[in-house]
Nanobody
Framework: QVRLVESGGGLVQAGGSLRLSCTASGTPFSISVMGWYRQAPGKQRDLVATISSGQSTNYADSVKGRFTISRDNAKNTVYLQMNSLKPEDTAVYYC????????????WGQGTQVTVSS
């Protein structure tokens, strides 16, 4: 059974920091692309950052220089360090695990709320 369990969300003031964690089980973690996405009320779910099995990273322009994605394959965990948070970062943050090719998979966590007050 595949599970993605996120943690680390919460309420923080603008300029503050949070670190999100997502621990995966049930699929081969080390060969998966791991990602963080977010969805604000009334908006679509958007990419925040991804990290490949080879540690290549990709960020949305809106978070470059403020957020850092990393992974620990020994712990089957991906992290999102969020610094200099802004009210517009408020959203539900979702962890994603996927692999393109054969076999392929695409799984989502349940989401964790991040609220940044001004």
């Amino acid at each position: 059974q595949v599970r993605l369990v996120e943690s680390g969300g919460g309420l923080v003031q603008a300029g503050g920091s949070l670190r999100l964690s997502c621990t995966a089980s049930g699929t081969p973690f080390s060969i998966s692309v791991m990602g963080w996405y977010r969805q604000a009320p009334g908006k679509q779910r958007d990419l925040v950052a991804t990290i490949s099995s080879g540690q290549s990273t990709n960020y949305a322009d809106s978070v470059k220089g403020r957020f850092t994605i990393s992974r620990d394959n020994a712990k089957n965990t991906v992290y999102l360090q969020m610094n200099s948070l802004k009210p517009e970062d408020t959203a539900v943050y979702y962890c994603n695990q996927r692999r393109v090719g054969f076999p392929s998979w695409d799984y989502w966590g349940q989401g964790t709320q991040v609220t940044v007050s001004s």
